[in-house]
């Protein structure tokens, strides 16, 4: 992936390593240990609405854990701008190129899109959605339009997960981000906060799951709409790239986490789609380069 010569953007703001933040993991006596964490986190990453609420509800039924210290999203430690480390320009670029590639196809709608804001973190934080854990992967909040990201889940997806290896990572990482853009796109066109109705009105935990996958599908698929149209503009994946996002897509797919935590597979416990689905979807977007083909919400979609 040859992303040095994408816009940086601005709307980055930096509190790594800053006192204050969280120092540790959640769970110790009688919390939920780092496993568990990580299990439960990872397949709950990127829900877009309040990520915490898995953590939370993990700690009351393990007996509650730890108290943290939390990083204030609008703590005056926190540096706006584009960070001046390798990985803090890697991700400012990827922002960048998302926002001016979303700007146009929003234009082309007719429509002007509002860019979200990227924090990044180290440990944990206390944002718009309530307290966020690193070990829950990148989020998105659509109270406060923010990407919440702790660059360690990067280094668990070539480590942990084997979702890629080498260079081709950084367009892995790339599809991370991309995907917590495509759930700012959503909010920004409604969907999130129909689905937010559907769920509430379905009455029913796995139909509930249901429209969430379909949410997660949806959001991958835009991360695919972005390849597409940035790759016409840019030119910019080199011969493995996109074979490394769908190796991600497939590793931080619901069933095989569902597999490597409990050894067996639950369909109605899927909250982000099983890793075809999620390969499908990314390719969807990749391959067809349109909003229109990403309605994961039709009956006969999935």
């Not at 937010?196 to 949806?218: D, F, K």
């Amino acid at each position: 992936m040859r992303w040095e010569d994408f816009r940086r953007s601005d709307n980055v703001e930096d509190s790594r390593g800053e006192d204050g933040g969280f120092t540790g993991v959640p769970g110790g006596a009688g919390g939920l240990g780092i496993g568990g964490v990580v299990i439960l986190s990872l397949i709950g990453w990127a829900l877009g609405i309040d990520p915490s609420l898995l953590i939370g509800g993990a700690e009351v039924l393990t007996g509650g854990g730890q108290q943290q210290r939390y990083e204030q999203p609008g703590s005056s430690r926190s540096r706006a701008g584009v960070p001046n480390d390798d990985m803090g320009q890697f991700v400012s670029a990827v922002l960048g190129n998302t926002e001016d590639t979303w700007k146009v196809i929003f234009q082309q709608s007719g429509q002007s899109y509002r860019a979200p804001r990227l924090k990044l973190f180290t440990g944990a934080i206390q944002g718009g959605c309530g307290a966020a854990s690193a070990a829950m992967g990148p989020f998105y909040c659509p109270q406060d339009q923010r990407i919440y990201l702790d660059t360690s889940f990067f280094r668990q997806i070539e480590t942990r997960f084997r979702g890629c290896t080498g260079k081709a990572c950084k367009f892995s990482q790339a599809y991370v981000l991309a995907h917590e853009v495509g759930h700012h796109v959503q909010n920004s066109l409604g969907l999130l906060t129909k689905a937010n109705q559907a769920q509430r009105a379905s009455g029913n935990r796995a139909e509930a799951n249901r429209i969430q996958v379909r949410v997660e599908l949806q959001a991958d698929c835009f991360a695919g709409v972005w390849a597409f149209h940035s790759e016409q503009r840019k030119s910019f994946l080199d011969p493995g790239d996109v074979d490394a996002a769908l190796q991600t897509a497939s590793a931080i797919g619901d069933d095989t986490l569902q597999r490597q935590s409990q050894g067996r597979v639950v369909p109605d416990a899927f909250t982000h789609g099983s890793a075809e689905q999620r390969k499908r979807w990314f390719t969807t977007g990749f391959t067809q380069g349109k909003v229109s083909a990403c309605n994961t919400f039709t009956a006969a979609s999935l």
